[in-house]
């Protein structure tokens, strides 16, 4: 059974940080791009940050760059989003994205981050 389960998000101040997680299972994680995309209120689901299947590339949005980092650990299966300096325009859901090179994917069904004081 395919799972991918993200986790870590919550309220945080303005300037804090947050460390997301995404646990997959099911299947073959190392042979997956894993992304983070995010999705606010009123607002279209938008790519955060990409990471190659041996984690030896990475991609940002122009919104989260220096500030966001993706990074994955293959022996244990999950992705991870260590997200800092975030601001009031980073609240919104969170979802975890694994796609392989066929284009199959799965997705979890995300996680809230609310940035405010």
């Known amino acids: 059974q395919v799972q991918v389960v993200e986790s870590g998000g919550g309220l945080v101040q303005p300037g804090g940080s947050l460390r997301l997680s995404c646990a997959a299972s099911g299947f073959t994680f190392r042979g997956y791009t894993m992304d983070w995309y995010r999705q606010a209120p009123g607002k279209e689901r938008e790519l955060v940050a990409r990471?190659?299947?041996?984690?030896?590339?990475?991609n940002y949005a122009d919104s989260v760059k220096g500030r966001f980092t993706i990074s994955r650990d293959n022996a244990k299966n999950t992705a991870y989003l260590q997200m800092s300096s975030l601001k009031p325009e980073d609240t919104a859901v969170y979802y975890c994205n694994a796609v392989d090179t066929r284009g199959m994917d799965y997705w979890g069904k995300g996680t809230l981050v609310t940035v405010s004081s």
């Open positions: 990471i190659t299947m041996a984690g030896g590339s990475t």
